[in-house]
């Protein structure tokens, strides 16, 4: 619940909301802070090295300190392309929609400068 201050003309204005409780690193030397524990516990991977969530696809292993990271490579085990370019003539797919959007940008956005002449 955001909390409320009066200003001039009687009106209330909402204040931001702060994290109730923050995570810190307990590394030494590094001041790192953070307003959810998950997001302690990836940066703390940084640190040690460990890459708790590993991929299970037969002769891989590969390890990500994030379940969405390993998530995101096990469709290059799958082959699954879910993201279908919908420009004419195109129809390329992609595993994910930031390499969909990458490649929109990239081969179907009109220039927005066109350069003439020499310098």
Same mark, same amino acid.
């Given at each position: 619940?955001?909390?409320?201050?009066?200003?001039?003309?009687?009106?209330?204005?909402?204040?931001?909301?702060?994290?109730?409780?923050?995570?810190?690193?307990?590394?030494?030397?590094?001041?790192?802070?953070? +307003? /959810?524990?998950?997001?302690?516990?990836?940066? !703390?991977?940084? #640190?040690? &090295?460990?890459?708790?969530?590993?991929?299970? $696809?037969?002769?891989?292993?590969?390890?990500?300190?994030?379940?969405?990271?390993?998530?995101?490579?096990?469709?290059?085990?799958?082959?699954?392309?879910?993201?279908?370019?919908?420009?004419?003539?195109? +129809? /390329?797919?992609?595993?994910?929609?930031?390499? !969909?959007?990458? #490649?929109? &940008?990239?081969?179907?956005?009109?220039?927005? $400068?066109?350069?003439?002449?020499?310098?």
């Amino acid at each position: 619940m955001a909390t409320e201050e009066v200003v001039a003309g009687g009106k209330a204005a909402a204040k931001p909301r702060r994290p109730s409780q923050y995570f810190i690193c307990s590394f030494p030397d590094c001041d790192a802070t953070f +307003n /959810k524990a998950w997001k302690l516990d990836a940066h !703390l991977c940084r #640190h040690t &090295g460990e890459r708790p969530f590993v991929c299970e $696809y037969e002769g891989c292993g590969k390890g990500f300190t994030r379940s969405f990271h390993l998530k995101r490579h096990f469709l290059t085990h799958t082959g699954e392309k879910q993201y279908v370019c919908t420009a004419d003539g195109c +129809n /390329k797919k992609f595993t994910t929609k930031s390499n !969909l959007n990458k #490649h929109v &940008g990239r081969m179907h956005q009109q220039r927005r $400068y066109v350069v003439s002449g020499s310098f």
